[in-house]
């Protein structure tokens, strides 16, 4: 039992000399904030950045909050992810990913529209984006997350298309719902639509990339892929539905 008592006694007392030990050196001029080094993907203003993590210059990086940090961070508007790392001597780096347009969507007023569903505002600076037509969000806000079927349809084509063929989903123009069961997506730069169920599988996204690569993708022309492994073509005048 005396043994125990003292190996306890010794551990504490190792244990306490340590800490005394990472406070010293901790305070070292060597290790206080100089700078704060940020990567985004979006404009951010880097004063402002700062003052809301809450990181203090002149103060040892070991003693810098970096979970509040990322946490106060991730809460402004438009944050997807955020994540703050302690330099090797006098620097924290700052990574914040921002939501960025995919798809236009309407609502009171055209929107943007983020892979996460984040819907966005727009302004002379947004990219020429494929837009979704045939519903309207009205409910929709900015920086709020948009929860709806057809949404989450449109990114999940999107995404898939993106993955797939990053050149053929440049080409998308427009996605189109056509009542409960049905979209048309256009591309540009002809308008070459295409007829997809909604419950759309992975071999229609083959097929869509194929058609792509044979140049089929041309012209005034529609393809309708709801037949199974049968493509079927027709003329926009004769109408495709």
Same mark, same amino acid.
Request: hydrophobic content about 45%; aromatic content about 10%; glycine content about 6%.
């Given at each position: 039992?005396?043994? /125990?008592?003292?190996?306890?006694?010794?551990?504490?007392?190792?244990? !306490?000399?340590?800490?005394?030990?990472?406070?010293?050196?901790?305070?070292?001029?060597?290790?206080?904030?100089?700078?704060?080094?940020?990567?985004?993907?979006?404009? /951010?203003?880097?004063? $402002?950045?700062?003052?809301?993590?809450?990181?203090?210059?002149?103060?040892?990086? /070991?003693?810098?909050?970096?979970?509040?940090?990322?946490?106060?961070?991730?809460?402004?508007?438009?944050?997807?992810?955020?994540?703050?790392?302690? !330099?090797?001597?006098?620097?924290?780096?700052?990574?914040?990913?921002?939501?960025?347009?995919?798809?236009?969507?309407?609502?009171?007023?055209?929107?943007?529209?983020?892979?996460?569903? *984040?819907?966005?505002?727009?302004?002379?600076? $947004?990219?020429?984006?494929?837009?979704? $037509?045939?519903?309207?969000?009205?409910?929709?806000?900015? &920086?709020?997350?948009?929860?709806?079927?057809?949404?989450? &349809?449109?990114?999940?084509? &999107?995404?898939?298309?993106?993955?797939?063929?990053?050149?053929?989903?440049?080409?998308?123009?427009?996605?189109?719902f056509k009542g409960k069961n049905l979209?048309?997506? &256009?591309?540009?730069?002809?308008? $070459?639509?295409?007829?997809?169920?909604?419950?759309?599988?992975?071999?229609? *996204?083959?097929?869509?990339?194929?058609?792509?690569?044979? !140049?089929?993708?041309?012209?005034?022309?529609?393809?309708?892929?709801r037949f199974g492994d049968i493509v079927?073509?027709?003329?926009?005048?004769? !109408?495709?539905?």
């Open positions: 039992m005396l043994k /125990f008592f003292i190996k306890l006694v010794v551990l504490i007392v190792a244990v !306490g000399a340590g800490r005394f030990a990472f406070e010293k050196v901790a305070d070292l001029q060597l290790f206080a904030l100089e700078e704060v080094k940020i990567n985004s993907n979006g404009y /951010f203003d880097p004063d $402002t950045l700062v003052a809301l993590s809450g990181l203090e210059k002149g103060k040892s990086i /070991f003693k810098q909050d970096i979970k509040f940090a990322a946490d106060m961070i991730s809460r402004q508007k438009g944050v997807v992810s955020c994540a703050v790392d302690r !330099g090797i001597l006098s620097d924290i780096s700052v990574n914040v990913e921002f939501a960025e347009p995919s798809l236009l969507i309407n609502g009171d007023k055209v929107f943007g529209l983020s892979k996460e569903g *984040i819907v966005l505002p727009v302004n002379d600076l $947004t990219p020429d984006l494929p837009l979704v $037509t045939g519903r309207k969000f009205k409910y929709a806000r900015c &920086y709020e997350q948009i929860r709806d079927p057809d949404i989450a &349809y449109a990114l999940d084509l &999107y995404n898939a298309l993106n993955f797939r063929s990053p050149a053929l989903c440049r080409m998308l123009s427009e996605l189109n979209i048309m997506i &256009y591309f540009s730069p002809d308008g $070459t639509a295409v007829v997809l169920n909604k419950c759309y599988s992975e071999s229609d *996204i083959y097929r869509l990339c194929t058609l792509k690569e044979s !140049g089929m993708l041309e012209g005034r022309r529609v393809f309708d892929l079927v073509e027709s003329s926009m005048k004769r !109408g495709t539905l």
